[in-house]
């Protein structure tokens, strides 16, 4: 993928709250597309709440691990 695709897209994707364009050219389209999709915002806000503490979550389980 793209320069800016990141480990932080797929669930953006997946959840239907973000787009990704392969050319320039496409960006049009696609930001016409997201404009008509009143639910894209909410979409991606969920999956963005969803992922929220993930990094404690991840933190605590190592450390309950360790010595």
């Known amino acids: 993928r793209g320069r800016v695709y990141s480990r932080r897209a ?4 997946e959840a239907g ?3 990704i364009v392969e050319k320039p050219e496409d960006l ?3 930001l ?3 404009m008509a999709d009143a639910s894209m915002g909410a979409k991606g806000r969920a999956a ?3 992922g929220r503490g ?5 933190v605590d389980l190592i450390e309950s691990v360790l010595p």
Do not use: F, H, K
Request: charged share 20%; glycine share 10%; net charge neutral.
């Open 48 to 50: 963005v709440e969803a």
């Open 54 to 58: 993930a990094i404690r979550a991840t």
């Open 10 to 13: 797929p669930p953006l994707v």
């Open 32 to 34: 016409d597309a997201a």
């Open 28 to 30: 049009p389209g696609a």
């Open 17 to 19: 709250g973000m787009r």
